[in-house]
């Protein structure tokens, strides 16, 4: 909004500012002054004014809660960043393929020993095949030659007289008896190396797929070393960006505790002063018992000054929240311990500040029940009995664990009410017995769906066990674990879509439907849930009663509020059905959920390869864990 645009609110209240101002000046002037019911009227007024004057301090404290929440909010983003950097660099940090490396070395080595040993074999058979050939060539070739003496022979015998001739053919048939053994032994001689050939073809092949082997052990050593160095750069940048991230957290939380110690805490205590001031203002009007107005006056003022240590109190009461949760965050920060104190120290403010409410609620009751009022008084009076049995829970020993249930309760401050209460000078203007209307049940709503919302992201179970009131202990166990269940498949879809650009929740919906089964959530308004707050989801009110749309879910949750806080409400009629079959349906929630959240991890250590890998596992992971549970139903009767 541009300064021109707040120019004409911060002029009306600078206006409404010098009205009460003049009237108390005016009034002071006259002080003491005309007969006493005219001095405890105008004390009356000049007390009136005063309360209007807290006006401008108190919605300052307001505005500078704001403004602390929304650097809280800030930081929470920031703390996201903190724990999923982390979680990324642990993850790349369980890559570790030593025993891998070792293990494709040695299989490497064994291939590669195989491998020269097939080659001797193979060369030693080559050596002894060329031997035989050689020879056999050698007994080949000398008997082509003895054929070609022979023929000689002959020829000759041709051209001589019989009786040489007889001798010619005598000389051929012994040569030709020779060259047949000659022709013969080169023959076997060849067929020995025939023979040995397939043997010599089969080793070469076999140190062909040993050294295949070998290499593939070699390259997969070379990748799972570059893999390796790639996770360990992966993980130095994530932890870099966690340090850095850490670093902002405590620069955001500087900014906000300065906030808090400074511009806040002023504003409270000039609210507070205000308030104290026009509660002297109120003692003389007092005076007159008979002056209603002017109990009603004070129960404003003591009202008021309650509400501004409600206020305080709910305050520190977030910051201190913030705080612990900085400090119980894992892994954990560098400052977790520092952050472990203060949020103490805020508790202890926290706790002084309700204490100091309490004083004042009960004497703005006191004031109420003297004035004899009835109609809005009465609901005045209702509320402020809840918060001061709110307050009692504190005190009465239950500690700081009591102001969990204080996080998300009812807040009316009293500038926001009716200026005028009914009283008995008018009976009749309201009715004998009637009820007075309800307060703004809404107030504090939105604080508890952004609680409700955290717990679901970040799967606090005891926070969701404590946001939800059902018949029994398994209709409880089994809405937690539905509501647990969104964040975890948040999660594992956040982790699918960084690996494989796809969502898990799609094909989960995809296969359910093609077995004829309609999914209890919705893929396509879950990823919404990521980054949603309570302010952001769609909300019907009425009364003390809200309806209230989550991302993810196909059906809205019934909320109602007991005047403290907002809680999850499981209607009875649901606890009709058999125990056995609710706490089979807790069991089974939970089970998938485990399932999913250790999908999500082995996602981002890269344990698949596609996302149709993961629904497989998915599958296959459900049933196993699954089973034993059916099992134990069945073996029991169920």
């Given amino acids: 909004m541009s300064p021109s645009a707040e120019a004409p609110e911060s002029d009306g209240k600078s206006f409404a500012q010098k009205q009460y101002n003049s009237v108390i000046s005016e009034v002071r002037d006259a002080d003491g002054r005309g007969l006493p019911g005219e001095v405890a009227a105008a004390r009356l007024l000049q007390a009136e004014s005063e309360l209007g004057l807290t006006e401008a301090s108190f919605s300052l404290a307001a505005r500078l809660e ?24 642990d993850a ?7 025993e891998a490396i070792r293990t494709s070395e040695q299989k490497a080595a064994e291939f590669d020993a195989k491998s020269r040993e097939f080659a001797r074999q193979r060369d030693d058979l080559a050596a002894q095949i060329k031997d035989f050939e050689t020879r056999a060539s050698a007994q080949l070739d000398q008997a082509r030659a003895q054929d070609v003496a022979i023929a000689g022979l002959r020829d000759q015998a041709a051209t001589v007289s019989a009786t040489q001739a007889a001798r010619l053919i005598e000389q051929a048939a012994e040569r030709r008896k020779q060259t047949d053994q000659v022709r013969t032994q080169g023959s076997l001689l060849q067929m020995q190396a025939d023979q040995l050939q397939p043997r010599s073809r089969e080793a070469g092949l076999m140190v062909e797929q040993f050294e295949a082997q070998a290499r593939t052990h070699r390259d997969a050593i070379t990748d799972m070393k570059a893999r390796d160095a790639q996770k360990k750069a992966l993980a130095a940048a ?62 404003k003022i003591r009202q008021g000054l309650g509400d501004a240590h409600w206020s305080r109190a709910h305050g520190l009461l977030r910051y201190e929240g913030l705080l612990r949760r900085l400090s119980l965050v894992v892994p954990a920060l560098p400052n977790a311990a520092d952050y472990e104190k203060r ?111 955290d717990a679901i992201r970040s799967g606090n179970q005891n926070v969701l066990n404590s946001m939800v009131n059902a018949p029994n202990q398994p209709l409880r166990s089994l809405v937690v674990s539905q509501l647990n269940g969104v964040g975890t498949l948040l999660s594992l879809d956040a982790a699918c879509m960084e690996k494989f650009q796809a969502r898990f929740s799609d094909r989960l919906v995809g296969m359910m439907r093609g077995m004829g089964q309609e999914a209890s959530f919705d893929p396509a308004r879950l990823a919404t849930l990521a980054t949603a707050r309570g302010a952001d989801l769609q909300t019907t009110i009425s009364g003390n009663s809200a309806e209230v749309t989550v991302p993810g879910l196909l059906e809205s949750l019934d909320l109602e509020n007991d005047g403290v806080s907002w809680k999850i409400t499981v209607p009875p009629e649901a606890a009709a059905a058999p125990a056995n079959q609710i706490d089979l349906a807790a069991q089974i929630t939970a089970g998938t959920n485990e399932v999913m959240s250790a999908l999500a991890s082995q996602v981002r250590q890269g344990a698949y390869s596609s996302i149709d890998e993961v629904l497989s596992a998915f599958n296959t992971m459900v049933a196993a864990k699954l089973m034993p549970i059916m099992q134990r139903m069945q073996g029991g009767g169920g």
Avoid: C, H
């Avoid at 790349?92 to 030593?98: I, Q």
């Avoid at 403010?349 to 004083?359: F, P, R, W």
């Avoid at 504190?394 to 807040?411: C, K, R, V």
């Avoid at 009293?414 to 309800?438: I, N, R, T």
């Fill in 238 to 299: 994530s932890r870099a960006s966690a340090r850095a991230a850490a670093q902002e957290i405590d620069s955001q939380l500087a900014e906000i505790a300065r906030l808090r110690s400074t511009s806040l805490s002023e504003a409270y205590d000039a609210t507070i002063r205000a308030f104290q001031a026009a509660n002297s203002s109120i003692a003389a009007a007092r005076q007159d018992a008979s002056l209603s107005a002017a109990r009603v006056t004070e129960g």
């Fill in 343 to 453: 949020a103490n120290e805020a508790a202890q403010e926290a706790v002084e500040a309700l204490s100091n409410a309490k004083d004042a609620y009960e004497a703005a009751s006191g004031a109420y029940r003297g004035a004899k009022v009835r109609g809005e008084a009465k609901a005045m009076l209702d509320m402020l009995a809840a918060r001061l049995e709110a307050i009692a829970r504190i005190t009465d020993g239950q500690g700081l664990d009591a102001l969990a249930s204080l996080a998300a309760g009812t807040f009316k401050p009293v500038m926001d009410q009716d200026p005028s209460l009914a009283m008995d000078q008018d009976p009749g203007s309201v009715e004998p017995g009637a009820d007075a209307e309800p307060s703004d049940a809404s107030d504090g709503l939105s604080a508890t769906l952004d609680q409700l919302l």
């Fill in 92 to 98: 790349a940090s369980l890559y570790d393929p030593a």
């Fill in 66 to 89: 704001r403004e602390a929440d929304n650097k809280a909010s800030v930081l929470r983003s920031v703390l996201a960043t903190w724990v999923s950097e982390n979680a990324e660099a």
